[in-house]
């Protein structure tokens, strides 16, 4: 089945670091990647939705300045976290998914947990 | 976004089949069902979809109604490995982007 590799699974920093998160697709070209985030007890929001060689779509309130995300290529889009606070500890998830809309299902990693001391 | 409506929880003995819920009544004719399920710590898993025609595959069974306002998830037969919180979600058949509701927590027991 498809994989999708996210990495690293668990950061810690301290405030105002910046952070990268890649997300890689290991056995299929992923046209779209999705980032979402999933603060505890809480479903997971979608952040921003990446086209190969495009760039981002963000979601309303989610500001592109502070997580910038680059699709480079179809098997890697990257999250970077820039001067990261408190407020930004969370697990974020990046999801991949080939042509076809609906039609085809979304692959997840397994996640980033983001703790900002 | 079309809507869905799952319970918050529900809970079945192990080896037993479970029959997991969703409406959709505002769901459109281009929308995709899909259900994905996410155990604690992870990520969601993909656990099948489908658009008009029930669906089989090796994790599990979809039952869609035919005016397509519900659905139903069906676990042949629940492991303790199947506790998580499972996801219904209508995906428009011209973009992928999925919305995340509450889910149904699904506890398996002995």
């Known amino acids: 089945g498809a994989v999708v590799s996210q990495h690293p699974s668990r950061v810690i920093c301290k405030s105002g670091t910046s952070v990268k998160i890649e997300c890689r697709s290991l056995d299929f070209q992923a046209t779209t990647m999705f980032w979402y985030r999933q603060f505890p007890k809480q479903s997971l929001m979608l952040m921003a939705t990446?086209?190969?060689?495009?760039?981002?779509?963000?979601e309303q309130g989610v500001e592109k300045d502070k997580f910038l995300i680059n699709h480079a290529s179809l098997t890697l889009s990257t999250l970077t976290v820039t001067s990261a606070h408190p407020e930004d500890s969370s697990f974020y998830i990046c999801s991949a998914s080939t042509p076809g809309g609906g039609r085809q299902p979304q692959h997840f990693g397994d996640g980033t947990r983001l703790s900002i001391l | 976004d079309a809507k869905t409506t799952q319970p918050n929880s529900m809970e079945s003995n192990e080896e037993e089949p479970v029959h997991l819920p969703c409406n959709h009544s505002t769901i459109s004719g281009t929308d995709y069902i899909h259900w994905y399920r996410q155990l604690p710590s992870q990520g969601p898993e993909y656990v099948i979809h489908g658009l008009t025609s029930n669906v089989n595959n090796r994790m599990a069974s979809l039952a869609i109604a035919e005016d397509r306002k519900s659905s139903t998830l069906i676990l042949h037969r629940a492991t303790l490995r199947d506790a998580a919180v499972y996801y219904c979600i209508l995906s428009a058949g011209t973009a992928s982007k999925l919305t995340f509701g509450t889910g149904t927590r699904l506890q398996v027991t002995l």
């Open positions: 990446s086209n190969e060689g495009s760039k981002a779509t963000y």
